[in-house]
């Protein structure tokens, strides 16, 4: 378990707590509907709801000097992947809400990303191994939305491709490739490793260890960066 403290905006948490749905939905259009989907078993106004509760939170629990409010939120990695993402319980928080949103909360805000994520990170991690077919994952890392529009695939596609242990069975000629090639990757990156046969897709479950353990290694190393950035 780990304690962050972060710092609010006072004014853009009662704006947003005391904000109706459809005025939420005018001003952050694109950025509701990427929460749904990654929020798919909630509807619109559920996610709304869960908002307010979390700005709530934020009111009743966090110390309020100025216009500033300061909040300790807890976050804890799996146990599965100790190395791995640190997350909050709670359904929706800082960490969980779109960009726009959390710039909006915090304006002062640094917000790091890594586009493509986990493709990149597997890219770089298996560049130099010439017996493992890239060429689609070195499309889908250059540029991700020609290759969706080009071959309508949606994002979630990639992810189930990228860590289930089963090729794909479709008529998506380029999905089936990636497929393919990912199910090469994870047999490769399963050698000599006693994998955990007593969950579903194992070796897809090591592969995604691995990459998030680099992905954390990455973000730590960034984030010592961010006064330099400043």
């Not at 509907?33 to 909630?42: Q, T, V």
């Not at 960009?99 to 986990?118: G, K, Q, T, Y």
């Not at 969706?148 to 794909?168: C, G, L, P, Q, T």
């Not at 000599?192 to 190393?221: F, K, M, T």
């Amino acid at each position: 378990m780990e304690s962050l403290t972060e710092i609010y905006d006072l004014r853009a948490v009662q704006y947003l707590h005391d904000c109706e749905d459809a005025v939420i939905c005018e001003e952050y259009t694109e950025d509701v509907k990427d929460a749904m989907k990654r929020h798919g078993g909630l509807t619109r106004a559920q996610w709304l709801k869960q908002v307010r509760m979390f700005c709530r939170r934020l009111l009743k629990e966090g110390t309020i000097t100025g216009n500033k409010l300061t909040y300790t939120a807890k976050y804890s990695v799996k146990h599965s992947r100790p190395n791995g993402r640190a997350y909050q319980s709670n359904a929706v928080n800082l960490q969980s809400l779109p960009m726009a949103l959390r710039a909006l909360l915090c304006p002062d805000i640094v917000d790091l990303d890594i586009r493509r994520c986990h493709p990149a990170i597997l890219l770089h991690l298996i560049k130099d191994v010439p017996e493992l077919n890239k060429k689609h994952l070195v499309e889908l890392v250059t540029d991700r939305d020609a290759v969706m529009m080009a071959h309508n695939i949606k994002k979630n596609e990639f992810n189930s491709a990228m860590y289930s242990d089963k090729v794909f069975r479709t008529k998506n000629t380029w999905l089936k490739g990636f497929s393919q090639e990912m199910n090469e990757v994870r047999e490769y990156f399963a050698k000599g490793v006693e994998l955990d046969l007593n969950i579903q897709n194992p070796r897809g479950s090591h592969l995604y260890s691995v990459i998030e353990a680099v992905e954390r290694q990455a973000v730590d190393a960034a984030m010592r960066l961010v006064p330099v950035i400043r």
